[in-house]
């Protein structure tokens, strides 16, 4: 950080190259592009591939608000697909989302579980569409092998302070391994400037931070360790938590190398339970409690409660416990030991 300070090279700049190509080589990508946020690593991507005004981009029903933001930012309409049990689109359901303008489809791999990519690339390209992976919550999960953020086009991560990677802010990144992609939202993140006085395409001001890229550098380095620890935690957690009557674990993937950005699950009575265990010390959460589908701001894409029936039902049903690497086993022990009193109780 001092030597950022004494450079003064707070743009771009040599740090943020760095950056790059640590992440690039930590999800095995050729490019790494830092951005502004998460939420403009899935946008910058979209308007690389030209996507606007009168385009579809397919998603899912019970994501987090960027996703449909980022869409919405683009010019494009959401489209929404319902998820399954492992909280992420269920993919058998993605013919009735086609119409004649949808344009890509942007899978969230939601929670730190990873989508049914080849399933989504099948239909993909049987229809032509472009594919840009919500890779926010799950950045180093695997499946069959495959990082999550590899099987589109490009994908975005975010490194907000609540994702796997967190810095000091807001900051994202996109990765891909398609030159033309690359030099797009190069260009895109920094006003379309091709050089100092040359402006190719109109562009936005999304640069990642070089103060950013510096505390991104340390944390980078300790991505293996970190979600070693959350899955760690999350077994543990599934081995105390798995007999108790009341409660129901999403389905464990064996193809999956889930990184357990959340630890959900479905629980009887959720909101009683929920106080219950903010009242003794466990920051439980609800992810998410008012489907995107069906909040205010949404109203003009005409759905009603009921369209997204899995969803819905997520949105009664699940809670989140925390499973970050800095728990304790004594921590991770208080929680069991609460969800447990909790269903015992009378
Ligand atoms: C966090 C998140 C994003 C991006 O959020 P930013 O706050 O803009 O970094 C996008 N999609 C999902 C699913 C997320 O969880």
Not at 60 to 73: P, S
Not at 207 to 216: F, H, P, T
């Given at each position: 950080m001092r030597e950022l300070v004494r450079s003064g090279d707070f743009t771009l700049g040599k740090v943020v190259g760095e950056f790059e190509a640590m992440f690039a080589e930590a999800v095995g990508v050729r490019h790494a592009i830092g951005v502004g946020s998460g939420t403009d690593a899935l946008k910058?991507?979209?308007?690389?591939?030209?996507?606007?005004?009168?385009?579809?981009?397919?998603?899912?029903?019970?994501?987090?608000?960027?996703?449909?933001?980022?869409?919405?930012?683009?010019g494009a309409r959401p489209v929404f697909v319902d998820c399954d049990d492992s909280f992420c689109m269920d993919v058998a359901q993605l013919d009735g989302a086609l119409t004649s303008r949808t344009r890509a489809i942007m899978p969230v791999h939601l929670t730190g579980d990873v989508t049914d990519m080849p399933k989504v690339m099948a239909f993909a390209e049987r229809h032509g569409l472009a594919i840009v992976e919500d890779g926010c919550q799950s950045l180093m999960a695997q499946l069959d092998g495959q990082p999550a953020g590899t099987f589109g086009v490009a994908a975005g991560f975010s490194m907000h302070p609540l994702k796997i990677i967190n810095?000091?802010?807001?900051?994202?990144v996109v990765v891909t391994n398609d030159d033309e992609m690359?030099?797009?939202?190069?260009?895109?993140?920094?006003?379309?400037?091709?050089?100092?006085?040359e402006m190719e395409i109109l562009g936005y001001n999304?640069?990642?931070?070089?103060?950013?890229?510096?505390?991104?550098?340390w944390i980078l380095r300790q991505i293996e360790d970190i979600v070693r620890r959350r899955a760690e935690n999350a077994a543990y957690y599934d081995a105390g938590l798995?007999?108790?009557?009341?409660?129901?674990?999403?389905?464990?993937?064996?193809?999956?190398?889930?990184?357990?950005?959340?630890?959900?699950?479905?629980?009887?009575?959720?909101?009683?339970?929920?106080?219950?265990?903010?009242?003794?010390?466990?920051?439980?959460k609800v992810h998410y409690p008012v489907p995107i589908y069906q909040q205010d701001a949404l109203r003009f894409l005409g759905h009603k409660a009921g369209d997204f029936p899995v969803t819905d039902r997520h949105a009664r049903e699940v809670i989140t416990l925390p499973v970050d690497q800095h728990l304790?086993?004594?921590?991770?022990?208080h929680v069991i030991e609460t969800v447990r009193n909790f269903y015992s109780r009378k």
């Open positions: 910058i991507p979209l308007k690389a591939l030209g996507i606007g005004p009168g385009d579809e981009v397919i998603t899912t029903a019970n994501t987090f608000w960027a996703t449909v933001g980022a869409i919405a930012e683009a810095v000091w802010g807001d900051a994202g690359d030099r797009k939202c190069r260009l895109l993140r920094n006003h379309g400037l091709r050089n100092r006085d999304s640069r990642l931070d070089s103060v950013q890229a510096v505390v991104g550098k798995r007999d108790v009557a009341g409660i129901r674990l999403p389905p464990r993937n064996p193809r999956v190398r889930n990184v357990y950005l959340l630890y959900m699950f479905f629980a009887e009575r959720r909101d009683a339970l929920l106080e219950y265990l903010v009242a003794h010390g466990v920051e439980a304790s086993v004594a921590e991770l022990d």
